[in-house]
């Protein structure tokens, strides 16, 4: 076994299985993000979500998909070790963000990756159901009309 091989539980090698019903697209995001029962948690920085930070990327817009709410990833995590924190901690985070986790969750970012963090922390926390938006600011920003992007 090579240096880089990852071990499941028992011991054996990891097999990842994809499971498409964890992964939304922009179509399902802009048909449900004015629906009050379907949340969904930006894990950028709070000054990229209110679009008071630029973005990365040149002459790209800023802002957060209406409704939506700041959730940076760095909240779940340990600040010393940048381990993830227990589910106890995890819940006191989504509540303090005012995300119900027997709602229905979606998670965006920049470019999808660090919504896993918080659909990892949904998880840890009990919630099978989180879906994570990979297609995030980056597709959004490209393809949501003016009037579906919020500032502030």
């Known amino acids: 076994m090579n240096k880089f091989a990852f071990l499941s539980a028992d011991g054996g090698p990891f097999k990842a299985t994809l499971n498409p019903g964890m992964f939304c697209d922009f179509d399902f995001v802009k048909a449900n993000f004015s629906d009050p029962h379907i949340q969904v948690a930006d894990a950028r920085s709070p000054g990229r979500f209110l679009g008071t930070e630029t973005e990365p990327r040149p002459n790209f817009p800023s802002g957060h998909i209406p409704h939506s709410k700041s959730l940076h990833y760095?909240?779940?995590?340990?600040?010393?070790?940048?381990?993830?924190?227990?589910?106890?901690?995890?819940?006191?985070?989504?509540?303090e963000a005012g995300i119900d986790l027997q709602n229905p969750l979606v998670t965006t970012c920049g470019s999808g990756i660090t919504a896993c963090i918080i659909a990892?922390?949904?998880?840890?926390?009990?919630?099978?159901?989180?879906?994570?938006?990979?297609?995030?600011?980056?597709?959004?920003?490209?393809?949501?009309?003016?009037?579906?992007?919020?500032?502030?």
């Open 120 to 152: 990892l922390g949904a998880h840890l926390c009990g919630k099978r159901d989180t879906m994570v938006y990979d297609g995030s600011w980056v597709e959004w920003g490209q393809r949501a009309s003016p009037d579906m992007i919020e500032k502030n």
């Open 74 to 95: 760095a909240k779940f995590l340990e600040p010393e070790t940048k381990l993830m924190k227990d589910p106890e901690e995890l819940k006191k985070v989504f509540d």
